[in-house]
């Protein structure tokens, strides 16, 4: 159950909850001077802005976790500036090299819980996660794209020559003999499913960076996975749109950011 009410010892009648919610669930009852919730309830999307926002704290919901009161919420500005932000931003790196050490629980769960707080369209919450550390496992996969990806005869020149390298270097070379890999999943059979996971990732990633994690997507998992539906079998990974990134410590050393050209807007 997501909202169940709206606490009248606390509700001033502010009215922001009218608009706050993005669906526009809330109602005032004129007869009644009071705000209410009317649902229906399915049409909720538990986004919380309603919880966010109330000034009196008066919105009561339940199985929706728990809301956070954190310093300057309401200014994420006074949070981290714009300058600090963009460097920490410039320095996320895919990170092909990796300490074998495994990435403690605790690190691994912080990353999750961030991914929690990427937009989804309608706040669709579908996505499940699955962390691979087995090796052989992730051998088996490694192994499993290279066959499939080296089949595609436009890909195939560059990314055999690549693997061929990587192969040197790694016991499972799609993934730079990472400690783990990430897959998250959804089922929705809709484009916003494939943009829900790459917002999700993108927050995952950026956590990993700040508890001192390197990442790297895999779109060769990706992409092998769209073609041949087998290899999501060997990760035991369900859903429809598969994606999937390396994580561990990082075995190298970053002297600067890249340039990056500067978009013509
Ligand atoms: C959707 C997506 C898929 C990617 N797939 C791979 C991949 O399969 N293997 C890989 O080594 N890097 C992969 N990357 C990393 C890109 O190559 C990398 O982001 C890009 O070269 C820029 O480098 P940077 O991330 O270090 O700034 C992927 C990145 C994205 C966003």
């Not at 706050?20 to 209410?36: F, G, M, S, T, V």
């Not at 992730?138 to 990806?149: F, G, N, Q, T």
């Not at 020149?157 to 070379?173: A, K, L, T, V």
């Amino acid at each position: 159950m997501p909202i169940i009410g709206i606490d009248y010892s606390k509700c001033t009648v502010c009215r922001t909850c009218l608009t706050a919610c993005p669906r526009y669930l809330y109602q005032e009852n004129e007869e009644k001077a009071q705000i209410e919730f009317v649902g229906p309830i399915k049409r909720c999307v538990l986004c919380g802005q309603c919880i966010a926002q109330c000034p009196e704290e008066a919105i009561l919901y339940e199985g929706m976790g728990e809301a956070i009161s954190i310093e300057n919420v309401g200014t994420p500005d006074k949070i981290v500036s714009y300058d600090k932000l963009f460097n920490f931003l410039a320095s996320l790196r895919s990170i092909r090299r990796y300490k074998p050490d495994k990435v403690p629980d605790e690190l691994l769960k912080k990353v999750i819980r961030a991914m929690e707080y990427g937009a989804t369209g309608a706040n669709m919450r579908s996505e499940k996660f699955f962390i691979i550390s087995d090796k052989s496992k992730l051998k088996e996969l490694s192994d499993a794209v290279i066959e499939e990806m080296g089949k595609d005869q436009m890909l195939k020149d560059q990314f055999n020559e690549q693997i061929r390298r990587h192969s040197q270097i790694f016991q499972y070379p799609i993934y730079f003999d990472a400690p783990h890999v990430i897959f998250v999943s959804n089922n929705l059979n809709i484009m916003t499913g494939g943009f829900n996971i790459g917002n999700i990732i993108t927050f995952g990633r950026l956590a990993a960076q700040s508890l001192g994690l390197g990442t790297c997507w895999n779109g060769w998992t990706q992409i092998a996975i769209e073609r041949n539906k087998e290899i999501k079998k060997i990760a035991n990974v369900k859903g429809i749109v598969v994606a999937a990134f390396t994580i561990g410590f990082p075995d190298l050393t970053y002297y600067r950011i890249p340039p990056r050209t500067p978009k013509r807007v």
